[in-house]
């Protein structure tokens, strides 16, 4: 079985040490449908991180409408499976106590695999069906199907409510929209979570790449030998309960978003980027 390198870059979800950048998978294997036109070179792609030492993938069962977890499933065949950190979310049409464990199971079947993170998607239901959905996810952690449980887009009422009324596990992670372009987590939501010794896992954080044409990160990257988007990446993995998911779409963005990591920009520099937007 391949091994998955032991990068020094890392961070921690529940008791899990992660790569401080991951592999997201939005649009590979399609949006709100499948495509299986790039499979082979998806595959190959998350093959090619994984090799690098980037153990953190991230997909949901609403991606390609779970071919993007078929995708997962497929390019980790062959690789120490306790090496590798997955993410999965579940749906809000699939909230609620029965649904959600149908849910889980169903991505379960489809990476061929446990579930390491189990994120409630999107809080697009009543805080009673919310809750209904943690308790599911407590009992699939103690029947093994998942691992840990997280929130995905909660605001900082709505993840203190949550937290509150858990019953025998903790909400570990929250993976919200952050950014040196977006940075509304910085209103309370980022320093609760680090308190609560929570994981912010953000997303788009290139903003579709806007930040990695961006002039002036692309001047300040010029003092560490790195480019724009590493720059913008390494800004926000500065943090210490920040891990950065940036889309894995291709080996050449791989490769550069890996070189986010390893280093830190220096704290002038860190706040000059805020001086870039």
Partial sequence: MRRVPIFRDLKRIGEDKVSAIGL?????GG???PDYSRDRESIEALRYGL????NLIDTAEFYGAGHSEELVGEAIKGYEREDIFIISKVWPTHFGYGKAKKAARASVKRLGTYIDLYLLHW????FEKIKETLYALEELVDEGIIRYIGASNFDLELLKRSQEIMKRYE???NEVKYSLKDRWVEGG????MANEDMALIAYTPLEKGTLARNQCLREIG???NRTAAQVALNWLIWKENVIAIPKAGSKEHIRENFGAM????SREDYEKCLECL
Avoid: C, M, Q
């Avoid at 997201?24 to 590979?28: D, F, K, L, P, Q």
């Avoid at 809080?123 to 009543?126: E, F, Q, V, W």
């Fill in 24 to 28: 997201g998978t939005w649009g590979i």
């Fill in 222 to 224: 010029k003092r560490y």
């Fill in 189 to 192: 939501l980022l320093e609760y």
């Fill in 31 to 33: 949006f709100e449908s």
């Fill in 262 to 265: 390893g280093w830190r920009l």
């Fill in 51 to 54: 090799d690098l030492g980037i």
């Fill in 171 to 173: 909400i570990v992670a």
């Fill in 123 to 126: 809080p697009r239901n009543s």
